[in-house]
């Protein structure tokens, strides 16, 4: 089970990465200040994923146990579709290093929320993850004040 929870996150992280090589590129940069609140946007959803996987992993013991595994698959679904504009937009020309931080960024957060959901829908040990989710939306907090200022 844990193998195959991986593979979902590389494939998922390999499919984002695919989506941004692929698709930032074309079309007109996106202007500044329309870039910045895309990044604001995707990364405040990241956090807020992040932040739902945390209330789940301290209230692990509390919550029913299906609750716990949806509200996970749920938390996944959103970042996704919240990724989704912010993946296929072209940075203006100075901003590709961001984009590629907030893009790794976003990859890596998905990845986490994919380990978590997989060890709480195997009532496997958590405990380790806790840091790993306050860690990332504290990173995650933290790139979002460097590229979008918010």
């Not at 806790?130 to 990332?136: C, L, Q």
């Amino acid at each position: 089970m844990r193998r195959a929870g991986a593979l979902v996150a590389v494939l998922l992280v390999v499919l984002l990465v695919l989506l941004c090589a692929c698709t930032t590129r074309a079309g007109s940069p996106a202007g500044e200040s329309a870039w910045r609140e895309q990044a604001d946007k995707v990364l405040g959803a990241a956090m807020s994923s992040l932040g739902t996987a945390r209330v789940v992993l301290e209230n692990d013991t509390d919550l029913p146990h299906p609750y716990a595994v949806v509200t996970l698959q749920d938390a996944i679904t959103s970042l996704h579709r919240e990724s989704g504009s912010f993946l296929t937009s072209r940075p203006p020309d100075d901003r590709h290093t961001d984009n590629d931080r907030v893009v790794a960024a976003l990859g890596e957060a998905t990845t986490l929320l994919t380990r978590v959901s997989t060890a709480v829908a195997a009532n496997a040990g958590t405990a380790a993850l806790r840091e790993s989710v306050r860690k990332a939306y504290d990173d995650l907090d933290d790139l979002r004040t460097k590229v979008a200022g918010s």
